[in-house]
């Protein structure tokens, strides 16, 4: 089931999450980011010396350029089909946080995931993206993946910290208690950590637009 942006009630989006991630400490550094495309659109953005959407994001129903923290994520089932024809190569870009302007918005995870449903399982069915929003800074980023997986290596690797949790929330089910007692939070920001995927698994994506 797709989920909405907003709260069908029509309420401010919870800060929960968001607040929890901006009290963490400062990130020491902060890792690149990274946006997949085409080759045949690569040649497009050295044309025009810019990253920019042409289509509507599904999710977002607007322009905006996708980009992910640290690694790359992002594989477009529609245009990434494996083929032979060069101009359907992937390219990954990596680009200077430093360079990049202020992101629109920050999400903890993959936010086509979520609106496809790939976490329904952990949410209720009314909580929206929007409440998972981050402060629209890389450095939320940052912050969270320190948070998740002590260090970048970890983040790459996917060696997620098993004492991981937001205050007051659930335990995830990849922690050393049995699984089969966790019960999904009440709130976003403690649902956050049963949407983390088991080990072995994809693991979240940092996704900044």
């Known amino acids: 089931m797709s989920k909405n942006l907003t709260a069908l009630s029509g309420r ?5 999450l968001a607040n929890f991630v901006s009290s ?3 990130p020491d550094k902060i890792l690149g980011l990274t946006h997949v495309t085409s080759s045949y659109t690569l040649r497009d953005i050295i044309d025009a010396s810019e990253i920019a959407s042409i289509t509507e994001c599904k999710v977002l129903k607007e322009k905006v350029t996708y980009a992910f923290y640290g690694r790359i994520s992002y594989r477009n089932k529609d245009d990434m089909t494996p083929a032979s024809l060069s101009s359907l190569f992937p390219s990954a870009l990596i680009l200077d946080p ?9 999400f903890g995870f993959d936010s086509g995931a979520f609106y496809e449903g790939a976490m ?8 929206p993206l929007f409440d998972f929003l981050l402060a629209p800074d890389i450095s939320s980023a940052a912050r969270l993946v320190n948070a998740v997986f002590s260090n970048s290596d970890d983040y790459f690797y996917n060696r997620v910290r098993p004492e991981f949790k937001v205050p007051g929330g659930t335990v995830p089910p990849w922690s050393p208690c049995d699984p089969q007692t966790v019960e999904p939070g ?8 049963l949407c983390i995927p088991v080990s072995g698994s994809h ?3 940092i ?3």
């Open 12 to 16: 401010a989006p919870r800060k929960d």
């Open 24 to 26: 963490l400490p400062n």
């Open 98 to 106: 430093g360079l990049v302007p202020t992101p629109k918005y920050v």
């Open 120 to 127: 329904d399982q952990y949410l209720h069915p009314y909580m």
């Open 186 to 193: 009440v709130h976003p920001a403690s649902c956050y950590p």
């Open 203 to 205: 693991p979240p994506d």
């Open 207 to 209: 996704t900044i637009s």
